[in-house]
Nanobody, 121 residues
Framework: QVQLVESGGGLVQPGGSLRLSCAASGSIFSINVMGWFRQGPGKEREFVAGISSRGGSTSYAGSVKGRFTISRDNAKNTVYLQMNSLKPEDTAVYYC??????????????WGQGTQVTVSS
């Protein structure tokens, strides 16, 4: 019922910035939370940031707090992840995800296909 399409990944240098976008379609009224996860080489998928549909409260992993910002544009049904001061350890496939429950379930119900972010000089 919910489809997610993320975009904006690419290759950036350490210290650079990148903004990821996630466009939601379908039964978007049912979404309670949207978030970003990432999976680096040889690592488990981990939570990066989340934002609630009600009130827009946000949550961040400690490793990205102060560098990444999650936001939303309700008119466009789109969630963004602004990534600043990127580090090589941020290299991963980034996935947009959404869940209809509160608190959100693990794993989230709906997932995008992922977009590659590579931080390297």
């Amino acid at each position: 019922q919910v489809q997610l399409v993320e975009s904006g990944g690419g290759l950036v240098q350490p210290g650079g910035s990148l903004r990821l976008s996630c466009a939601a379609s379908g039964s978007i009224f049912s979404i309670n939370v949207m978030g970003w996860f990432r999976q680096g080489p040889g690592k488990e998928r981990e939570f990066v940031a989340g934002i609630s549909s009600r009130g827009g409260s946000t949550s961040y992993a400690g490793s990205v707090k102060g560098r990444f910002t999650i936001s939303r544009d309700n008119a466009k049904n789109t969630v963004y992840l602004q990534m600043n001061s990127l580090k090589p350890e941020d290299t991963a496939v980034y996935y947009c995800a959404a869940d209809t429950s509160w608190p959100p379930a693990l794993p989230y119900e709906y997932w995008g296909q992922g977009t590659q972010v590579t931080v390297s000089s």
